[in-house]
Nanobody
Framework: QVQLVESGGGSVQAGGSLRLSCTAS??????MGWFRQGPGKDRELVIT????????YYGDSVKGRFTISRDNAKNTVYLQMNNLTSEDTAVYYC????????????????WGQGTQVTVSS
């Protein structure tokens, strides 16, 4: 059973920062990344990164504030979130793809349990 283990969620004031991490228990992934689902909203792209090369996909609302990095040896990706706003409040889900490298959640094969991020204004 493949597992994606997320950590780093929590509560922060607007303007603050958080760092999320996600580790895949095993396997070779063509891409990993993050999606989020806020109250009453659909799941949306935050940011993804391909295992090799610079290919990344960003949700429009996080450009310039969020970055993603990877450590392939550890099967881990990190999401650095800066200048957070209340609009970023959501459950953040890590995802991994066996073949797909894009930004659509439909292309991702495995999902983490989700970690709550709450931003207070």
């Amino acid at each position: 059973q493949v597992q994606l283990v997320e950590s780093g969620g929590g509560s922060v004031q607007a303007g603050g920062s958080l760092r999320l991490s996600c580790t895949a228990s095993r396997g070779y992934w063509h891409a990993m990344g993050w999606f989020r689902q806020g109250p009453g909203k659909d799941r949306e792209l935050v940011i993804t990164i391909a295992r090799t090369g610079p290919m990344t996909y960003y949700g429009d609302s996080v450009k310039g504030r969020f970055t993603i990095s990877r450590d392939n040896a550890k099967n881990t990706v990190y999401l650095q979130m800066n200048n957070l706003t209340s609009e970023d409040t959501a459950v953040y889900y890590c995802a991994a793809s066996r073949a797909y490298r894009g930004g659509s959640p439909a292309g991702y094969d495995y999902w983490g349990q989700g970690t709550q991020v709450t931003v207070s204004s």
